[in-house]
């Protein structure tokens, strides 16, 4: 199985501010395709997981464009520019290259 | 719009089994595959398996093989997932989950979620 490691377990930003989460697999998710098989989800209290970014850096529809995913092979990172706080939540990444697919532990985002 | 409406939640005593069912409506049922992810209390997601109503073939888990059934009904746009020979480690949220699936092909990420269902086993 890929195992896929987040970085930090909990991170707390100041509004406006910049929040990094970063994203390690245990093995290349890069395709023959120059794909990334690499998704990002966030997932708010009582709530289910919402799709953000997938293709690595694609953002999904709707999705606020202070929301950015980067990163090839095995390190990828998940940025958020301009921190506001309705984007307090629990952050994952899902890598989709082999099955089982498996996320990262989350990272979970609060406000300093 | 898609919408995704799970059972409800379930209480199970431990070695019982549990069937949650997953209501598809607002697209072509067939055309797009269905995962199931759950999640312990307090804990991370974890991908059981997946089904493709069209054909119903079914890709499990590992971990899961042998314990758990997906199943559909394309007569109501319902998927379902049995658990068997449930634990106490069972006890989660589970979610289903639709494959943003296109003419060249699945893609195993998730989009969107239903509002997910409660399993608690306890004795």
């Known amino acids: 199985d890929i195992v896929m490691t987040q970085s930090p377990d909990s991170l707390a930003v100041s509004l406006g501010e910049r929040a990094t989460i970063n994203c390690k697999s245990s093995?290349?998710?890069?395709?023959?395709?120059?794909?990334?098989?690499l998704a990002w989800y966030q997932q708010k209290p009582g709530q289910p997981p919402k799709l953000l970014i997938y293709?690595?850096?694609t953002r999904e529809s709707g999705v606020p464009d202070r929301f950015s995913g980067s990163g090839s092979r095995t390190d990828f990172t998940l940025t958020i520019s301009s921190l506001q706080a309705e984007d307090v939540a629990v952050y994952y990444c899902?890598?989709?290259?082999?099955?089982?697919?498996?996320f990262g532990q989350g990272t979970k985002l609060e406000i300093k | 719009q898609v919408q995704l409406v799970q059972s409800g939640a379930e209480v199970k005593k431990p070695g019982a089994s549990v069937k949650v069912s997953c209501k598809a409506s607002?697209?072509?049922?067939?055309?797009?595959?269905m995962h199931w992810v759950r999640q312990a209390p307090g804990q991370g997601l974890e991908w059981m398996g997946r089904?493709?109503?069209?054909?119903?073939?079914?890709y499990y888990a590992p971990k899961f093989q042998g314990r758990v059934t997906m199943t559909r009904d394309t007569s109501t746009s319902t998927v379902y997932m049995d658990l068997s020979s449930l634990r106490s480690e069972d006890t989660a949220v589970y979610y289903c989950?639709?494959?943003?699936?296109?003419?060249?092909?699945?893609?195993?990420?998730?989009?969107?979620w239903g509002q997910g269902t409660l399993v608690t086993v306890s004795s």
């Open positions: 089904i493709n109503p069209s054909g119903g073939s079914t």
């Open positions: 093995q290349s998710v890069l395709y023959i395709n120059n794909k990334n098989y």
């Open positions: 989950a639709r494959d943003p699936c296109s003419d060249g092909g699945c893609y195993n990420w998730f989009d969107p």
């Open positions: 899902q890598q989709y290259y082999s099955g089982p697919y498996t």
């Open positions: 607002g697209y072509s049922f067939t055309t797009y595959s």
């Open positions: 293709w690595a850096s």
